[in-house]
């Protein structure tokens, strides 16, 4: 018959069969008809008195309530099971301040009856700590206290206050109030701020007696929440990264003696002044300024320059739009653009464009410019359209070497004829290889000597303003060479181009070509090809087929290539890991060796023994070992064995439920995708 094995709380424990020792528990509960039970019932006595005390390892079988001494040298203590986890059990003692104890473990407490206070053992800086109450023998109450404030409207608060010696140095609050010292006398504390008031502070913040803080606090590296350091101090050389701000027209003053400001008068116009003297400077630091950095200064009503011939005002690539000024003293080099009335000393390079009055002299002699002409020229020949006929009187460089519109001229330099220019007198033009036999018709004489053309038109309809009666024709140009020159909008009709490359040109780019032939193309590849496909679309071939057929044939390969061949695999996955199965499947099939996109889907499972259960309610296995039967692993396919007076088979009956897996090859290597669920 089975005893039924109950706990304190009148649960059931075990139901213990006949001839069976449980050990369910850290005890061996012994039934029925157990020989040799006198074993193991004495070790269970000895269990309980030592309290199954061992070092480190608790009892792998406990139950609630359940006392264990750790036996480790550093600790010795006993610890009781709650039903998830062992808690330690205080160590207390008890002794007078001239006895403490000695031999303390990490947690262990001793109580202080000299000084009525609590010390809790520090194994890592082997001393007591104070656990409280905080006192100082022979001194008054030192130390920080809970207690409540009435304010003067009758609302309680809760405060924290520090005692020394019997007076109240702190209060620690999170309210600001006024203390009622009628109903919660606290001497030297009328005003309670939120945070840490000390005694003697007023409504306004401020401590009229001794009390301070000392040392650092948050706020005494910081002013208005900004670090110390941000700053700045009128006594100290500062460095400001800041931008400051001086919102009044009376500016800033700067000086020992106050001798320069800045400010803004008239309400919107900013000022800088020298108050004491007549010298203001502006400088920079330019190469070999040293420690003077003076570019200019305004010096009384003149603005001068640090030296003599040093300084530029503008740049030519960043000039000054207009100058005003009643005189000027300068060399100019560069073009003067306007009306000039004067007297000009000194050397001019460059055009002068307007309108000059008065004497030009150059090296003592006049040059007087002749004003007195009346014709006005009408023609584009000149630059100034109805501008007066005016021209220099006395010797020039054009005249002595020029051309003159009125005399037969020989030219022999290079000159170059813009516009419409007309030559009424004859015109000899030698010495000009470029072009060879090219006439020049010059009041109906023509010049076949070597002429360069700079600018113009050659074409039919060429005739000369002084030959309208000219017939027009075309003008034939044999045997010349084109350099450097682009030929556009013309027809080549009638002629041959061979042995010509032409770069960079469209055939037929407004309108179709009719008719391209050749006997061989080559793509940009400068791979031939003998034909085209009708779409035209194809490029880069590296043989002579039709364009469109390999197209199709490079695509068809490497569709085909690139498909995925994905597998299937049956695996016994007893006690393996993702990780394992994953290495298992590299082995039957290297990722490297296929295409990425592959999917491997693999089932696993495995058989076991199913025939019930034993006296300890443990599963039935069976395995045939020499002429006895011992528990274990059965067969596959089973059979049929005797155990005690009947028989049984130690058949593989059941399936672990299918396991399944995907893995996919992600840049040639196998990555888990889904287990299960698909």
């Not at 039924?4 to 029925?32: A, F, H, Y």
């Not at 008890?94 to 206070?117: C, H, R, Y």
């Not at 051309?403 to 030219?411: A, K, L, V």
């Not at 672990?656 to 992600?666: A, I």
């Given at each position: 018959?089975?005893?039924?094995?109950?706990?304190?709380?009148?649960?059931?424990?075990?139901?213990?069969?006949?001839?069976?020792?449980?050990?369910?528990?850290?005890?061996?509960?012994?039934?029925?008809?157990?020989?040799?039970?006198?074993?193991?019932?004495?070790?269970?006595?000895?269990?309980?008195?030592?309290?199954?005390a061992k070092a480190d390892t608790p009892p792998g079988k406990p139950l609630i309530g359940q006392i264990w001494f750790d036996k480790n040298a550093d600790k010795m203590r006993p610890s009781v099971f709650d039903g998830a986890r062992w808690r330690n059990v205080a160590i207390?003692?008890?002794?007078?301040?001239?006895?403490?104890?000695?031999?303390?473990?990490?947690?262990?407490?001793?109580?202080?009856?000299?000084?009525?206070?609590?010390?809790?053992?520090?194994?890592?800086?082997?001393?007591?700590?104070?656990?409280?109450p905080e006192s100082v023998t022979g001194f008054g109450k030192t130390k920080w206290e809970g207690a409540k404030l009435t304010d003067t409207s009758g609302v309680d608060h809760a405060v924290v206050i520090g005692y020394s010696d019997g007076v109240a140095q702190a209060v620690i609050s999170t309210d600001t109030f006024t203390n009622d010292q009628t109903v919660t006398p606290l001497t030297d504390f009328d005003n309670i701020a939120r945070g840490i008031s000390l005694n003697t502070t007023s409504s306004a913040g401020i401590t009229s007696g001794a009390t301070r803080f000392h040392g650092t606090a948050t706020d005494a590296d910081r002013l208005g929440g900004r670090l110390a350091s941000t700053w700045a101090n009128r006594n100290d050389n500062e460095i400001v990264t800041g931008i400051w701000s001086f919102q009044n027209d009376s500016g800033i003053t700067i000086g020992n003696t106050l001798e320069m400001s800045l400010k803004v008068i008239n309400a919107d116009e900013p000022a800088v002044f020298n108050d004491t003297g007549d010298i203001l400077r502006f400088g920079v630091n330019y190469t070999g300024s040293g420690f003077d950095k003076t570019v200019f200064a305004i010096n009384g009503k003149n603005i001068l320059p640090y030296a003599n011939n040093e300084i530029n005002l503008?740049?030519?690539?960043?000039?000054?739009?207009?100058?005003?000024?009643?005189?000027?003293?300068?060399?100019?080099i560069g073009d003067m653009v306007g009306t000039h009335v004067g007297n000009s000393s000194g050397t001019h390079n460059g055009a002068t464009v307007g309108n000059h009055t008065g004497n030009v002299?150059?090296?003592?002699?006049?040059?007087?410019?002749?004003?007195?002409?009346?014709?006005?020229?009408?023609?584009?020949?000149?630059?100034?359209?109805?501008?007066?006929?005016?021209?220099?009187?006395?010797?020039?460089?054009?005249?002595?070497?020029?051309?003159?519109?009125?005399?037969?001229?020989?030219?022999?330099g290079t000159k170059t004829f813009n516009a419409n220019t007309i030559i009424a007198g004859g015109?000899?033009?030698?010495?000009?290889?470029?072009?060879?036999?090219?006439?020049?018709?010059?009041?109906?004489?023509?010049?076949?000597?070597?002429?360069?053309?700079?600018?113009?038109?050659?074409?039919?309809?060429?005739?000369?303003?002084?030959?309208?009666?000219?017939?027009?024709?075309?003008?034939?140009?044999?045997?010349?060479?084109?350099?450097?020159s682009d030929i556009t909008n013309n027809i080549i009709t009638g002629g041959s181009i061979s042995s010509t490359t032409i770069d960079n040109v469209s055939i037929g780019a407004t309108n179709s070509a009719t008719l391209v032939r050749s006997q061989q193309f080559k793509d940009r590849l400068n791979n031939t090809i003998d034909n085209f496909s009708t779409d035209g679309t194809f490029y880069d071939n590296s043989d002579h087929i039709i364009p469109t057929q390999k197209a199709i044939k490079t695509y068809v390969d490497n569709a085909i290539s690139s498909i995925p061949q994905d597998i299937q695999f049956y695996l016994d996955t007893k006690g393996l890991s993702d990780a394992?199965?994953?290495?298992?499947?590299?082995?039957?099939?290297?990722?490297?060796?296929?295409?990425?996109?592959?999917?491997?889907?693999?089932?696993?499972?495995?058989?076991?023994?199913?025939?019930?259960?034993?006296?300890?309610?443990?599963?039935?296995?069976?395995?045939?070992?020499?002429?006895?039967?011992?528990?274990?692993?059965?067969?596959?396919?089973?059979?049929?064995?005797?155990?005690?007076?009947?028989?049984?088979?130690?058949?593989l009956n059941k399936k672990?439920?299918?396991?399944?897996?995907?893995?996919?090859?992600?840049?040639?290597?196998?990555?888990?995708?889904?287990?299960?669920?698909?």
């Open positions: 018959m089975a005893y039924q094995i109950d706990k304190t709380d009148g649960t059931t424990l075990v139901q213990l069969l006949d001839g069976v020792v449980d050990t369910s528990t850290d005890l061996k509960l012994v039934g029925r008809n157990v020989s040799g039970y006198g074993d193991a019932q004495n070790e269970n006595f000895v269990k309980l008195l030592e309290n199954f207390n003692q008890v002794a007078p301040s001239t006895q403490i104890p000695q031999g303390q473990k990490e947690g262990d407490m001793w109580w202080d009856t000299t000084n009525k206070q609590l010390y809790i053992w520090d194994n890592t800086n082997t001393q007591h700590i104070l656990v409280g503008g740049s030519p690539s960043l000039a000054w739009r207009n100058i005003y000024a009643d005189s000027i003293y300068a060399n100019i002299i150059d090296g003592g002699g006049t040059v007087i410019l002749d004003i007195d002409g009346t014709t006005l020229r009408t023609d584009a020949g000149r630059s100034g359209s109805g501008s007066i006929e005016g021209r220099f009187e006395g010797v020039a460089a054009h005249v002595d070497d020029g051309m003159y519109r009125s005399e037969n001229q020989t030219i022999t015109m000899t033009i030698q010495s000009y290889p470029v072009v060879s036999n090219i006439g020049v018709t010059v009041n109906n004489t023509l010049q076949a000597d070597n002429v360069l053309f700079s600018t113009g038109t050659i074409g039919e309809g060429a005739i000369s303003a002084n030959d309208p009666n000219r017939n027009k024709s075309s003008l034939i140009i044999n045997e010349v060479t084109v350099q450097n394992q199965v994953l290495s298992q499947l590299n082995r039957l099939a290297p990722a490297n060796n296929l295409t990425d996109g592959t999917e491997a889907r693999i089932i696993g499972s495995y058989y076991y023994a199913d025939h019930g259960l034993d006296a300890r309610g443990q599963l039935k296995y069976f395995q045939k070992y020499g002429t006895k039967v011992q528990s274990g692993i059965g067969y596959i396919g089973g059979r049929v064995i005797t155990v005690g007076a009947g028989s049984s088979t130690d058949l672990q439920v299918d396991t399944t897996y995907l893995f996919r090859v992600v840049s040639s290597a196998w990555t888990l995708i889904q287990k299960n669920g698909f």
